[in-house]
């Protein structure tokens, strides 16, 4: 059998072509790989920034509630009667705005 394909090719180059073609789809292939693996590291590393940003304003928003929440506790006690007349206004309030949607 001859070395040469029909229209006088040589075998032994395209097999040289066949072998460089295979390298360079293994090249690639690593490189997509690494890609990809330094994406899910990026994206990995963004979530856990993300998800820290959030627990510090949750907490920075726990802490100005508890603080509201005192601060309204002291007024209240230093202020019993004012707040009872408060509370009664708005609950009248609520109660006039029900009654008027009927």
Do not use: C
């Amino acid at each position: 059998m001859s070395d040469t394909l029909p229209g006088g090719s040589d075998t032994s180059a395209l097999n040289a072509d066949i072998a460089a073609l295979k390298d360079d789809v293994s090249r690639l292939t690593d490189t997509i790989s690494t890609l990809l693996a330094d994406g899910a590291a990026t994206a990995r590393s963004a979530a856990r920034e993300g998800v820290d940003k959030a627990a510090a304003v949750a907490g920075d928003a726990k802490d100005r509630a508890v603080a509201a929440a005192d601060d309204l506790s002291a007024t209240i006690e230093q202020n019993p009667l004012t707040s009872v007349l408060i509370a009664l206004g708005v609950g009248y309030v609520v109660g006039a705005l029900g009654r008027s949607r009927r």
